[in-house]
């Protein structure tokens, strides 16, 4: 009995945060694919869609119930005392995430101009295949 | 927006995973606006739906969009798939110890938070709160990004770029050899098409950057779409029509002087008698008082940001399009 109500109050826990339950997916592509795709560019993707799951993460827990987009209306900029903090969601994680999507496309680059380096030599995206070409 | 996820990794031709890529990009853009977080859904639909396919798209172009997929390793993937489940049950599993989905008095909302949303105004003169924590309470942060767009840029030119003195010889003997033959991607209406389009993008990516501090925009976003105009104008006409505007030295010089700048303001409140990146020190020599000093130094980092983004963001693609050789490509 004890046991069957945790386990209701868990999936409801689920239902109600769903975003972390999308957080994780999204993380386990990302993880998956960087791990178990042979092909360097497809890698390069899971990095992006693992990173994106991180960006989630953060958006969704400076995201506010009813609270709006974190730019000051004329009235209020005229009344700085009518500023209702939980009117506007944090402006804090999204700096943070703003900067990182530039720094992951930055980054990007970086994994992909070494993909380019690495098909320069061995003329094949396929890890297996580079392995074989290695060992030659 | 899982499902663009899956396809986009489980579609064997690379090119249209890059596709498939930027759609997922657009999806996220939207949930991003969603959650009230605009200027990362203007950074997302510039940055992860326009430049990374861009740039996934010119390194496809310089080597092969098929995937040659062997038999076997099934059971590899499987297990990978297990190992990748077990650890996304372990996060699942401390689920219950995170605050609840748009709960205003979580620990994230309720500690730093609140001081920026109300002092910003009477500090910065900034109602854009995203434009003032970026730049103002939290510069380090952002001039380290920054450095960190720079070092990339420098670090893809390390791995990519082929001396110059061996590439003339090759373009050379390519000159001598094969006479100019027709280019299918030559298309008078994508060049007219783009010629009238590239200057009103930059008027509007120049408006994203000073208009920051009231609307959604700012140095990243504004820098992304001034080099993404530029990409366009390498993608359309061709590179060696871009790199006769901008020399390749002169790319490098722009990309480092907006770190420059950015340190450069920093360090003129350090000689000014305040804190480093501390902007209300320079009201003696920025117009109105304190406040306005700090909304004028924001508006200088900017700009600072925005050159470093657009620059490196055209290097990247000139060195990614065109393989290192800096003469032809997408």
Redesign the interface.
């Known amino acids: 009995m004890v046991d069957s109500t945790a386990g209701s109050d868990t999936m409801e826990n689920l239902i109600a945060n769903f975003n972390y339950v999308i957080v994780v997916i999204l993380m386990m592509i990302g993880l998956w694919a960087m791990l178990a795709q042979k092909n360097l560019i497809k890698k390069c993707i899971g990095m992006a869609i693992f990173q994106t799951g991180i960006i989630l993460f953060f958006i969704s827990i400076g995201a506010k119930n009813e609270a709006k987009v974190p730019i000051l209306s004329k009235f209020v900029v005229e009344n700085s005392s009518a500023i209702i903090v939980n009117d506007y969601a944090n402006p804090l994680t999204q700096i943070l995430m703003l900067t990182a999507i530039v720094v992951g496309v930055a980054t990007l680059g970086v994994g992909l101009a070494l993909a380019q380096k690495v098909y320069q030599q061995h003329s094949t995206f396929h890890e297996d295949e580079i392995l074989e070409n290695q060992r030659k | ?2 499902l663009f ?2 396809i ?2 489980s579609i064997q031709n ?1 090119m249209g ?2 596709i498939v ?1 930027g759609a ?2 657009f999806m ?1 853009c939207l ?2 606006a969603g ?6 859904a203007f ?2 639909a510039a ?2 739906a326009g ?2 396919t861009v ?2 798209v010119s ?2 172009y ?3 969009a098929t ?2 997929s ?1 038999p076997g ?1 099934m059971a ?2 499987f297990f ?2 297990v ?3 077990l ?2 049950a372990f ?2 599993s401390a ?2 110890d ?7 008095n ?1 620990p ?2 309720a500690t ?3 001081y ?3 002092n ?3 500090d910065t003169h900034v ?4 434009t003032s ?2 730049a103002d309470y ?1 510069g380090f ?2 001039l380290l ?1 920054t450095t ?2 720079f070092i ?2 420098i ?2 030119y390390s ?2 770029r082929i001396e110059t003195a061996k590439s003339k010889t090759d373009e050379t003997e390519e000159g001598i050899t094969s006479p100019p033959s027709y280019d299918p991607s030559d298309s008078l209406i994508v060049r007219q098409a783009s010629r009238f389009m590239i200057p009103f993008m930059q008027l509007f990516a120049l408006y994203v950057i000073a208009h920051g501090h ?3 925009g700012g140095g ?1 976003q504004g820098g ?1 779409i001034l080099g993404a105009s530029l990409i366009l104008l390498a993608i359309s006409f061709d590179l060696k029509f871009l790199l006769r505007h901008w020399r390749e030295k002169s790319l490098m010089l722009l990309v480092a002087s907006g770190v420059f700048l950015y340190a450069a303001v920093g360090l003129a409140c350090v000689f000014m008698g305040g804190n480093y990146l501390e902007y209300g020190i320079l009201d003696s020599i920025l117009p109105g008082d304190q406040a306005m000093a700090r909304s004028h130094g924001i508006l200088l980092v900017e700009i600072g940001v925005g050159i470093t ?1 657009m620059f ?2 055209v290097a ?1 693609h000139i ?2 399009a065109s ?2 050789r800096f003469d032809r490509g997408l």
Not at chain 2, 35 to 40: E, P
Not at chain 2, 98 to 104: A, H, M, S, T, V
Not at chain 2, 127 to 130: K, Q, R, T
């Open positions: 927006m899982v996820a899956l986009s990794l690379l995973a890059a890529f997922y990009s996220m949930i991003w959650m009230g977080a605009v200027d990362v950074t997302e940055v992860g430049v990374s740039f996934i390194t496809i310089n080597t092969s995937m040659r062997r390793g590899f993937k990978i798939g190992v990748v489940t650890a996304g996060l699942l689920l219950t995170f605050p609840d989905w748009g709960d205003p979580s994230v909302n730093v938070v609140p920026y949303i109300e910003s105004i009477d109602p854009n709160l995203v924590v970026l939290r942060d952002t990004e960190v767009v990339a840029c670090a893809i791995i990519l009231y609307s959604p990243f992304v983004v490196s963001m990247i060195n990614l393989n290192g």
